[in-house]
């Protein structure tokens, strides 16, 4: 049985193309009806032509195809966005056709730009030889398995968050909600049955894949749930005009209402998605907040340069963390990344100076605790040397380090990763790892002669590193924690 959709059709006579025609305009938004596939047909009808696309567009390997039909027969089309070539127009048939828009060209229709293809028609007395149909396309998700306890919307909406868009998701439980996961995207809790999961675009097209599926586990006081869909494009707004483009599905603009929310924002704010979708709020960027550019980027690496080379912080830990002689290369790869993230962060506009320095602000701490938890990324380790216990203690302490970053502190006592470990007990973590590159003194026992224990402890746990004392090589590293 084919699906009924609910539509929202608003018809207008714009203009007067000649004495016999007017300019006829016809526009829908599909909303939703219980269907969360977004499959079936759309349907607008604009100077005696009714034209039909498919809802679900199709995901035909790196490409992702618009289906559509006309009740005339076709000569000719071409697909674009403003004054640009967008697309590719292939003619099916004599009234079918489709759309093609390449990988390079998706972040346009997935953020929800007018999409237009041209259409020209064997000529007819009564009727326009040439029609414009306009498109909007939403990220949607297919139907969900798994528990019912939970939901998830079936539209994304694209925001801005932190300067970039985001496509976002919202989900809701009927039981309460004390951890969340996902295979891709990143969760928020909002209260303890409610929650967002945003995807950036990468992640969007790696979840649009066949086969591909978005999963959201929750765990409650007494079970965990799970919920699953698939993901794909699917057409949001159909248009259909005999008239000009720019006056029938004009582009959004910076209204007063949009630009009244973003300045009534609490300072700081780097979530936009109270203020709209994204397409519409960019267009307030430079009417309010500030932009990431040269100067404040300038700024932030003097403040960082003078962090890095503080005798009294960083620069002392970063001896303790992976050693004197490769202290200047650590902090190198420290600084390099940083500066970066901050080039890749040129351009961005956020809705205030105070979140613009935020997002700087998180545009440093987020190396600086990644370096804190895993040194090793950035440096090579230590070789073994038989019989010299300076090198051997900064083998041990590489070991210990290794071991830590291949261990999954969530699902231990701790309950929390090693990134969240590492920040919140930093200057422990720090000196239990000089103490084995710096003070560690072997033992032995007669049980086992040929190997050292270097013994000591990480944060509280007991740790043990075993070396073969022919080669100097680690054979073991124990980190008691249950």
Not at 137 to 166: F, M, N, Q, W, Y
Request: proline share 4%.
């Amino acid at each position: 049985m084919r699906p009924t959709w609910c539509l929202m059709f608003a018809c207008a006579i714009t203009a007067c193309a000649s004495d016999d025609n007017a300019l006829e305009t016809d526009d829908l938004e599909a909303t939703d009806d219980g269907k969360a596939d977004g499959s079936g047909e759309l349907r607008v009808r604009a100077s005696d032509t009714t034209l039909w696309v498919d809802r679900a567009l199709e995901r035909r390997g790196e490409l992702f195809v618009l289906h559509g039909r006309a009740s005339r027969n076709l000569t000719d089309g071409n697909a674009f966005i403003f004054d640009d070539v967008f697309g590719e127009f292939a003619q099916q048939s004599a009234r079918t056709f489709e759309v093609v828009w390449r990988d390079s060209e998706l972040r346009g229709v997935v953020d929800g730009v007018n999409l237009f293809t041209s259409l020209g028609f064997v000529h007819s007395s009564s009727r326009p030889d040439r029609l414009t149909s306009r498109v909007v396309v939403r990220p949607r998700l297919g139907p969900t398995s798994g528990s019912s306890s939970l939901a998830l919307t079936a539209e994304l909406t694209p925001v801005i968050v932190a300067g970039r868009t985001v496509y976002r998701i919202k989900g809701r439980s009927t039981k309460p909600i004390t951890e969340l996961a996902t295979t891709s995207g990143s969760l928020r809790m909002l209260d303890a049955t409610h929650f967002e999961l945003d995807l950036d675009f990468a992640q969007l097209v790696t979840q649009t894949a066949p086969g591909t599926q978005l999963a959201v586990t929750a765990t409650h006081a007494t079970n965990t749930t799970t919920i699953r869909a698939s993901l794909g494009l699917s057409v949001k707004r159909l248009g259909l005009t005999s008239g000009d483009i720019e006056v029938v599905f004009p582009s959004p603009t910076c209204t007063a209402e949009r630009l009244a929310c973003l300045e009534d924002l609490p300072d700081g704010t780097l979530d936009l998605a109270s203020c709209g979708p994204a397409l519409e709020v960019s267009r307030c960027a430079g009417q309010v907040g500030a932009f990431i550019d040269g100067p404040a980027i300038d700024a932030t690496l003097v403040t960082l340069d003078a962090r890095l080379v503080d005798p009294a912080g960083f620069a002392s830990d970063a001896t303790g963390l992976v050693g004197a002689d490769r202290a200047v290369a650590f902090t190198a790869g420290v600084r390099q990344q940083i500066a970066a993230g901050l080039d890749g962060d040129r351009g961005l506009w956020l809705a205030s100076t105070t979140a613009r320095q935020t997002l700087l602000d998180r545009d440093v701490e987020g190396p600086l605790d990644a370096a804190y938890a895993r040194p090793l990324s950035l440096v090579t380790p230590h070789t073994p040397v038989a019989g010299d216990l300076a090198a051997t203690r900064q083998v041990c302490a590489d070991a210990l380090l290794a071991k830590l970053a291949s261990t999954d502190f969530v699902a231990t006592e701790f309950h929390r990763s090693l990134d969240e470990l590492t920040k919140q007990f930093r200057a422990r973590h720090v000196q239990n790892i000089r103490e084995f590159r710096e003070t560690i003194i072997p033992e032995t026992f007669t049980s086992m002669p040929n190997t050292d224990f270097y013994i000591g402890q990480w944060l509280d746990p007991h740790v043990e590193v075993s070396v073969d004392r022919t080669t100097g090589m680690v054979t073991n590293v124990l980190v008691e924690i249950d």
